[in-house]
T-cell receptor, first 115, second 115 residues
Framework: EAGVAQSPRYKIIEKRQSVAFWCNPI?????LYWYQQILGQGPKLLIQFQNNGVVDDSQLPKDRFSAERLKGVDSTLKIQPAKLEDSAVYLC?????????????FGPGTRLTVL | AQSVAQPEDQVNVAEGNPLTVKCTYSVSGNPYLFWYVQYPNRGLQFLLKYITGDNLVKGSYGFEAEFNKSQTSFHLKKPSALVSDSALYFCAVRVPGAGSYQLTFGKGTKLSVIP
């Protein structure tokens, strides 16, 4: 089966610009996650969707980050305006159900550099 | 709050020798525990998980992990290391329950297998 797809793979922007990332989860996976992975750290959950509803966005900096999952399939994560500290790899993951015991499948990530 | 500690930033092992990557956790309740591996410029790949039952869990690529409740540990092991096992390894924990199924990751351990 096809894995989690993400685009773009790399993005370089200047601070205060905006940027958007796209994710297409594995077919049939109801739960979708966006993580931020700063160099030298483990991934940190930004937001979790169950179908097209938000389950957890407690760690999403809502003043500059937004995410949506229209129709419960693809998702976009946006940063506006970007700050230097947003430089990181943004990982999208999906899982079959949100039962908590199911492993998550990760995409290759988008490496964002903010200059 | 749940947390994961990976006390070693790097582990070096000779090819053919056994390897251990350490992980300890702190949660209130019974945890779900996961190991993921990350190769350069790739997303995280699931290796194995502990949900309940047998404390020794076997996973992909010959890896196994032992859940030790009294020591709150979930160390990753392999009897004979391969050069291709060189990668970044992440331990993660989740507490089952209603609502968000946030996966909390450790900071990662870089494994280098020396030929």
């Amino acid at each position: 089966e096809a894995g989690v797809a993400q685009s773009p793979r790399y993005k370089i922007i200047e601070k205060r610009q905006s940027v958007a990332f796209w994710c297409n989860p594995i077919s049939g996976h109801a739960t979708l996650y966006w993580y931020q992975q700063i160099l030298g750290q483990g991934p940190k959950l930004l937001i979790q969707f169950q179908n097209n509803g938000v389950v957890d966005d407690s760690q999403l900096p809502k003043d500059r980050f937004s995410a949506e999952r229209l129709k419960g399939v693809d998702s976009t994560l946006k940063i506006q305006p970007a700050k230097l500290e947003d430089s990181a790899v943004y990982l999208c993951a999906s899982s079959f159900v949100s039962g908590g015991y199911n492993e998550q499948f990760f995409g290759p990530g988008t490496r964002l550099t903010v200059l | 709050a749940q947390s994961v500690a990976q006390p070693e930033d790097q582990v070096n092992v000779a090819e053919g020798n056994p390897l251990t990557v350490k992980c300890t956790y702190s949660v209130s309740g019974n945890p779900y525990l996961f190991w993921y591996v990350q190769y350069p410029n790739r997303g995280l790949q699931f290796l194995l998980k502990y949900i309940t039952g047998d404390n020794l869990v076997k996973g992909s690529y010959g890896f196994e992990a032992e859940f030790n409740k009294s020591q709150t540990s979930f160390h990753l092991k392999k009897p004979s290391a391969l050069v291709s096992d060189s990668a970044l390894y992440f331990c993660a924990v989740r507490v089952p329950g209603a609502g968000s199924y946030q996966l909390t990751f450790g900071k990662g351990t870089k494994l280098s297998v020396i030929p």
